[in-house]
Structure formats: structure tokens, C-alpha cells
């Protein structure tokens, strides 16, 4: 078998070679049905049968492994594609450090696993779920287009998922297959597993924003699985996070081009004040102030998805050598860390601290500032575009202190700088802080469709590229009647 290139022979493409492994083989031609189904009562409404120019993985060569062509959504080609096998590759963490990484799952840490493969693969279909009905409102062709290249990968990301359970995990692992098509995003019965992925994504603002933030939080929690001593985890989410950087450059350059746009609408009519939201507005551009609250809400969001602060789970996990940090081998430590401690923020006599508590216990939050890292950067990139305009304007990221469901601060509310507020005082002022309806039903207003080549919606400005390096009139998406 040619583990770069992908099989395309089958029904389902691989580099896992299905063809000689029947029984997952017909586990998943099984389930295949089931997920057409739910990708057509789910996946992005009103466009299945539009043709999208799209990329489909045909190898995981790093070089060259997509192909761009017109594809109906329903026919796309969900495969199963790992990353090729590191030869003699060792545990890198951990209880287990330096043993053979597992091919098999052992059996001590089966249900360890089985839990944070089935939180991973129920994260995918949510996505979906929360953006299916963006298509209708698409401010241009090209953002259409990545929406739908976004969902399909999620769609493909759930497979990657599946094909774990289905392979490794017997009769329990067909059950979960069958119950992540089965879960719906802010379903009161059955919703999705994490809190983030059961909120609307009502907009397109919210949309990058989400593609910004939360799809970060799939690259750090793919970084630290790819780390992973079962060596087929680590194989499937390294090549999971190839097309992850795709969906994180569609939030980034998102919110980029929406900021690009006020600010140059905003020095065509004059204005400098940024705070002046009801002159801003009349432009039919976000003004930043709101783009601010959007972003506060986002975040905090997403922080939420890293867990508790003290986690015995997460400590579980390293200390099995099934979950690392981000980009553990970079690190230089004993990748033990049994005997070291970590700083996080706590609640002390309900003020704000900073603690030194076991480094395994705080995992979770080790990641998470990995993740605040990893947003500033890009915050800061967003940030050379007002400068550019010279209009006086910083997006900042909240103290994460701020409008949390989960963990210690969930039982504070605290204002964007982390200054803890009572509850009277949260509930008068968080309108400065988190969108209100108003501030929705404004961005709700601009959300008119612009469905011709080369055109874009008042409140973004065009990329400074195409996909696949297509002019600007390029017809992304061919809509069906
Ligand atoms: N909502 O010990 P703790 C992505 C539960 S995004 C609801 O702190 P742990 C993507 C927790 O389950 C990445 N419940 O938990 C992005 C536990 O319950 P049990 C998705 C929550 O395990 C965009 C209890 O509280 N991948 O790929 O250390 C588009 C105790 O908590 C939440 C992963 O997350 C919550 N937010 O940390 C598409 C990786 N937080 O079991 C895709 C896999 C905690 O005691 N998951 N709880 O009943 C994990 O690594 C961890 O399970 C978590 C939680 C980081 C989620």
C-alpha cells in the first residue's frame, strides 16, 4: 500500500488500507448511510446540489496533498487519511516515556481513550450543525466557498473519528459512531457534548470569529493528541491539522478583511472617533466597538472548551501517555513532571491570584495559555490594520476571568480586566461588554446575500487572494436552481 497517496477505488477513499481489513471496511460502508443522512438534514441548508470549488485530500504528502475541483457537497469524498508512520517512534511522554509507541489500544487506558476520541469526533458534526444556515447570507461567492470547504473537512474530521472507533474500539466503538450522528448542536435532549458547540453561529461575524477562536481550540487539543502514544491517534490528528490551519486562515483573514473594511470606510466619510458607533454604522460597516464584543464573547466561549483549572482527567491522560501539551517535543523537560509545579490563576479569598499548584494537575491549564498565546498573535495582526488607517483602536483580549460557565471562575462574573463585579453590577453592565440585541439585530441587518462573481457585502473587503490562485471574478460557487 502507498501510504502518501490516497485509494480512491472504494467507497471510502483511505491510506489505511480498507480494502484489506473487512471488517472495518464493512463498519463503515455500514455507517456511510447514516452519515449521508445527517449530512443532508444537517450540513449547510438550501446548497447541496450547488457545485463548490473545493479541495479534497488525495495524498498526505506535506508538498501536495489537495486537489481543487467542482464537487456537489453530498458526492464529496470523505476519506480516511493518516499521516504516514514514524518509524521505531517512541512514547514521547509520561508513565510510558521512551516505550514503543502502541499500535493497539491498551487495554488499561481503552476507556480513557475512547472518551477523548468521542469528545473530538463530536465536536466535528456540531460545527456543521451551528453554521448550516450561513450559505443563505454569504457576503460573496469566495466566502461561501470557504464555509463549505470547512464544513465538508468537519464532515471529514468526524470520519477520522469514526474510523478509530470503528477500528480499535469493537462493539462500544460502533455504538458511539452511531450516537455522534445521533447528538444535535443545542438539541435540550441530546446535544453535543461541550458547551461551546451547543451556541448559535447566527452570523457571519460570528462565523469567523468562530473559525478564529474555537477552530484554535482544535489545533491546540489536536496538537496535544497528535502527541499521543497510541500511534494512530497521533497519525490521524497530525494529518487532521494540516486542513485545520485552513479553517483558522479563514477566521483570521474573516475578521481581517471585516476590520479592513470599517476602517477605510471610516477615513472615506472622515470619521476618527472609533467610539462613535451610530456615524459608523450609517456606513453599513461593523463598527469596532462591537467587533470587540464579539470577540469577548468568542473567547470566553471557547476558553471554556480547555476544561477546569485542576483537572484529574487531564493528568490522567499525560501521565498514560495519551495527551500531551502543545508540541510536547519542542519541549525541554522531563516529560514526566511528577515533581514540577505550574502557575494558574485561582479564586483566593475571592480575589484573583496566581498559584503555583502540581504541573499534572494543570494541564488543562497549560494549554490554555498556549491558546491565549496563540490568540494574541493573531489579535496583534488584527490590530496593524486601524494602525494602518491611523485610527486610534486595539482589539484586546479579555481576562479569562470573564463570562466563564466552566471551571473556577464560572462562579464569579468578572469584567473584561478581571476586576470580580457583583451580580447587580454584571447584570447593568454587560451590555458594554458582551453583544447586545441591538448590537445583533445590526449585524443581523447587514447580512444580505452577494451572490455575484467578483462581488462582496458592504461590511468586508475583498481577499488580497483567491483560492487556489483564481482572479477575483472566479465563480467559487455555481448555484443550482
Ligand atoms: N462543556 O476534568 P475536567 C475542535 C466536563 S475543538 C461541558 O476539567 P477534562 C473543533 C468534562 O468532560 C477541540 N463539559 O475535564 C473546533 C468532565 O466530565 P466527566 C475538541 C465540560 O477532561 C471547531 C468534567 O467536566 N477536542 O476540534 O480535563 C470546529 C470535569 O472536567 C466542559 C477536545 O476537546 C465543557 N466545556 O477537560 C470543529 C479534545 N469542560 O468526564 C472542531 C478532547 C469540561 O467528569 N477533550 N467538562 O463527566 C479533552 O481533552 C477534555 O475532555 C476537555 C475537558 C479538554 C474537553
Known amino acids: 500500500m502507498n501510504i502518501v497517496n490516497v485509494d480512491y477505488d472504494g467507497l471510502i477513499p483511505n491510506n489505511v488500507g480498507l480494502n484489506s481489513d473487512q471488517r472495518v471496511k464493512a463498519a463503515l460502508e455500514k455507517w456511510h448511510p447514516g452519515y449521508l443522512d445527517w449530512w443532508n438534514d444537517m450540513g449547510p441548508e438550501g446548497f447541496q446540489q450547488s457545485l463548490v470549488y473545493l479541495r479534497t485530500a488525495v495524498s498526505v504528502d506535506p508538498k501536495g496533498w489537495a486537489k481543487f475541483d467542482y464537487v456537489k457537497m453530498p458526492d464529496y469524498k470523505w476519506g ?46 456540531a460545527s456543521v450543525e451551528q453554521q448550516r444556515f450561513l450559505g443563505k447570507t454569504a457576503p460573496s461567492l469566495y466566502d461561501m466557498r470557504n464555509l463549505f470547504q470547512v464544513n465538508v473537512e468537519e464532515g471529514r474530521h468526524l470520519w477520522a473519528m469514526v474510523y478509530l ?26 446535544p453535543r457534548m461541550l458547551g461551546a458547540f451547543n451556541e448559535e453561529t447566527p452570523d457571519w461575524l460570528s462565523f469567523f470569529m468562530f473559525t478564529f477562536f474555537t477552530d484554535r481550540d482544535g489545533k491546540m487539543q489536536l496538537e496535544a493528541l497528535a502527541q499521543s502514544g497510541f500511534d494512530p491517534l497521533s497519525r490521524t490528528c497530525r494529518f487532521m491539522l494540516t486542513e485545520e490551519a485552513h479553517h483558522m486562515f479563514v477566521g483570521e483573514t474573516g475578521v481581517g478583511r471585516v476590520i479592513e473594511c470599517t476602517c477605510a470606510a471610516m ?5 476618527q472617533d472609533p467610539n462613535d458607533i451610530q456615524a459608523v454604522r450609517k456606513l453599513g460597516v461593523i463598527d469596532l466597538p462591537t467587533l470587540q464584543k464579539k470577540l469577548n464573547l468568542h473567547f470566553s466561549l471557547t476558553l471554556d472548551l480547555f476544561g477546569n483549572e485542576i483537572s484529574t482527567n487531564a493528568a490522567n491522560a499525560f501521565h498514560a501517555g495519551i495527551k500531551g501539551r502543545f508540541r510536547e517535543d519542542k519541549l525541554e523537560d522531563d516529560h514526566k513532571l511528577e515533581n514540577s509545579t505550574y502557575p494558574i490563576s485561582r479564586l483566593v479569598d475571592g480575589k484573583i491570584s496566581s498559584v503555583d499548584v502540581p504541573a499534572l494537575s494543570a494541564l488543562n491549564m497549560r494549554l490554555r495559555d498556549d491558546y491565549v498565546a496563540d490568540c494574541a498573535a493573531g489579535v496583534g495582526r488584527w490590530n496593524r490594520v486601524p494602525e494602518k488607517f491611523g485610527i486610534a483602536f486595539q482589539l484586546t483580549l ?29 447584570e447593568s453592565r454587560k451590555g458594554d461588554f458582551l453583544p447586545s440585541d441591538s448590537d445583533r439585530e445590526f449585524i443581523e441587518s447587514l447580512m444580505k446575500p452577494e451572490f455575484e462573481p467578483g462581488k462582496f457585502a458592504s461590511w468586508i473587503a475583498p481577499p488580497k487572494t483567491g483560492i487556489d490562485n483564481k482572479s477575483g471574478d472566479f465563480e467559487y460557487v455555481k448555484i443550482a436552481d
Open 80 to 125: 480516511i487519511l493518516l499521516a504516514p508512520q514514524v518509524d521505531d517512534r517512541k512514547i514521547p511522554f509520561g508513565s510510558h516515556k521512551g516505550e514503543a509507541a502502541w499500535q493497539e489500544v491498551p487495554g488499561e487506558y481503552r476507556a480513557m481513550l475512547r472518551r477523548l476520541i468521542v469528545i473530538q469526533g463530536d465536536t466535528e458534526p
Open 165 to 190: 472507533l470503528q477500528k480499535y474500539f469493537g462493539t462500544d466503538g460502533r455504538e458511539e459512531a452511531e450516537a455522534l450522528l445521533q447528538r444535535r448542536s443545542g438539541d435540550t435532549d441530546t
Open 267 to 271: 477615513k472615506q466619510a472622515g470619521i
Open 398 to 426: 479579555p481576562h479569562v476571568a470573564f463570562h466563564r460557565q466552566i471551571g473556577e471562575f464560572s462562579k464569579v462574573k468578572a469584567d473584561i480586566a478581571g476586576a470580580v463585579m457583583t451580580d447587580k453590577e454584571w
